[in-house]
C-alpha cells in the first residue's frame, strides 16, 4: 500500500480510549483519510486531515503531522459497536486528479 | 434511491466466462473507482475515472477491463479469471476536490472456480 504503515490488530475495552497510529510517505501527499469498516460491509468516511493538527468529531478526532509522515485516529468512550477495521488511506493529486490509496486497516476489537 | 449501488452482490463464474459488474452512484459525484478487496490485504486500486476520463489503471491485468459511459455508471468487464481474482469489488465515487471523501458500494463477492 504505498508505504502506509498501520497496526495489524488492536483490542481495548469499553469506554475506554483508543489510539489508532498510521504513518505514511510524505512525498506526493495532499491529504489523510480515515474510514471505519463493519465486518460485511462497505468502509464509510470518518476523518480528513490536511493541515497539521487535530480534527475533533465527537467522540473521535484524527491528528495530522505532515513533516512526519504521521496520523493518529483517537477513538474516546470506546462502544461495543466501534469493533471494526480502520482504514487509513494517503491522498495524492497526479495532474489534477484525487487518488487514495490506503493501508492494510486495523482491525479493533471492543471487549465488554 | 441513493448512494452508490452495485449488482450483482454476488457472482460465481467459471474461468472462461465473461460477466460484468455494474456501479451506479447517485450523488452527483465526478469521479468513480474500482478497488479490490481481498482478506489480510490492503484495499488494492484498479481504476479511476475523473471526468470519465480514465486517470488511474494501477497495472491490473487486461482481463480486467473498465468502461465508464458517464459521470453515474461503471462497469467492470471480465474475462478468463484466475482463482486468485476472487475478492470483493468495491466500487466508490467522490467529487474531484481534495477534502471529497470516497462513498463505496456494498461490493460485488466474486469467487472465480
Known amino acids: 500500500g504505498q508505504n502506509i504503515d498501520q497496526p495489524t490488530e488492536m483490542t481495548a475495552t469499553e469506554g475506554a480510549i483508543v489510539q489508532i497510529n498510521c504513518t505514511y510517505q510524505?512525498?506526493?501527499?495532499?491529504?489523510l483519510f480515515w474510514y471505519q469498516q463493519h465486518a460485511g460491509e462497505a468502509p464509510t468516511f470518518l476523518s480528513y486531515?490536511?493541515?497539521?493538527g487535530l480534527e475533533e468529531k465527537g467522540r473521535f478526532s484524527s491528528f495530522l503531522s505532515r513533516s512526519k509522515g504521521y496520523s493518529y485516529l483517537l477513538l474516546k468512550e470506546l462502544q461495543m459497536k466501534d469493533s471494526a477495521s480502520y482504514l487509513c488511506?494517503?491522498?495524492?493529486?497526479?495532474?489534477?486528479?484525487?487518488?487514495?490509496?490506503f493501508g492494510r486497516g486495523t482491525s479493533l476489537i471492543v471487549h465488554p | 434511491e441513493t448512494g452508490v449501488t452495485q449488482t450483482p452482490r454476488h457472482l460465481v463464474m467459471g474461468m472462461t466466462n465473461k460477466k460484468s459488474l455494474k456501479c451506479e452512484q447517485h450523488?452527483?459525484?465526478?469521479?468513480m473507482y474500482w478497488y479490490k478487496q481481498s482478506a489480510k490485504k490492503p484495499l488494492e486500486l484498479m481504476f479511476v475515472?475523473?471526468?470519465?476520463?480514465?486517470?488511474e489503471n494501477n497495472s491490473v491485468p487486461s482481463r480486467f477491463s473498465p468502461e465508464c459511459p458517464n459521470s453515474s455508471h461503471l462497469f467492470l468487464h471480465l474475462h478468463t479469471l484466475q482463482p486468485e481474482d476472487s475478492a470483493l469489488y468495491l466500487c466508490?465515487?467522490?467529487?474531484?476536490?481534495?477534502?471529497?471523501?470516497?462513498?463505496f458500494g456494498n461490493g460485488t463477492r466474486l469467487t472465480v472456480t
Open positions: 510524505t512525498s506526493g501527499f495532499n491529504g
Open positions: 475515472y475523473s471526468l470519465e476520463e480514465r486517470v
Open positions: 488511506a494517503r491522498q495524492t493529486n497526479p495532474g489534477g486528479s484525487y487518488i487514495p490509496t
Open positions: 486531515n490536511v493541515l497539521d
Open positions: 466508490a465515487s467522490s467529487q474531484v476536490r481534495e477534502n471529497s471523501p470516497l462513498h
Open positions: 450523488l452527483g459525484h465526478n469521479a
